[in-house]
């Protein structure tokens, strides 16, 4: 049972342009939202993370926003740049529950 | 301080062969955790450890199992290796078992022919 649903699984987006990841969850004991970037060969770094007390965390050009109703949360890459181009994974989790991830987004910016 | 450290970075053993990965966590980090990570499967969880004891344990069969050592190093040992452990293992570790930010070790590449 896949708990934390990602999409899309690939994205394609010209420079400077807006690019959006959405991850759909089930539990609702989830309280932990991070999203993690990973580049080949490399392990997934964490980007950015929510708890769901706020509706957006915005750190540079990268936002979340959270619909704890909808139990949905997304990733905003602003002025996307070539650098971008990785894996995205979203994941969730609770207490000492395990991170759960999303199957991943790889995204490619484009010039 | 220095990162979380993983070897060997690649293997390549055959089926039936067994295998050990070791994990080094970030100095002070009390909690590692073992994800398989496959192109069809994504990040899939293994075990984590804390203060040497298992805390959470994956869906994977017993061929896969770990330990910590009191040094907070962890070893993950795959037995009876079959084609599809084929995959890239990764180590994170944190601070306490909640939910700290998880770092990630580069991985070890595990090849099965």
């Known amino acids: 049972q896949q708990q934390v649903k990602q999409s899309p699984q690939s994205l394609i987006v010209q420079k400077g342009g807006i690019s959006i990841i959405n991850c759909a969850y089930e539990?609702?004991?989830?309280?932990?939202f991070p999203w993690y970037q990973q580049f080949p060969g490399k392990g997934p770094a964490l980007l950015i993370a929510i708890r769901p007390d706020v509706s957006e965390k915005k750190e540079g050009r990268f936002t979340i926003s959270f619909n704890k109703s909808a139990k949905q949360f997304s990733l905003h890459i602003m002025d996307s740049q070539p650098g971008d181009s990785a894996t995205y994974f979203c994941a969730a989790s609770s207490g000492n529950t395990p991170l759960v991830f999303g199957k991943g987004t790889r995204l490619s910016v484009i010039a | 301080k220095a990162g979380v450290t993983q070897t060997p970075r690649y293997l390549i053993k055959t089926r039936g062969q067994q295998v050990t990965l070791s994990c080094s966590p970030i100095?002070?980090?009390?909690?590692v955790s073992w994800y398989q990570q496959t192109p069809g499967q994504g990040l899939q969880f293994l075990f984590e450890?804390?203060?040497?004891?298992?805390?959470n344990k994956g869906n994977f069969p017993g061929r896969f199992s770990g330990r910590q050592f009191s040094n907070s190093r962890s070893e993950m040992n795959v037995s009876t290796l079959e084609l599809g452990d084929s995959a890239l293992y990764l180590c994170?570790?944190?601070?306490?078992?909640?939910?700290?930010?998880?770092?990630f070790g580069p991985g070890t590449r595990l090849t099965v022919l």
């Open positions: 100095s002070g980090h009390r909690s």
């Open positions: 994170a570790s944190k601070e306490t078992s909640g939910t700290d930010t998880q770092y």
């Open positions: 450890y804390f203060s040497e004891t298992q805390r």
């Open positions: 539990n609702t004991a989830f309280d932990y």
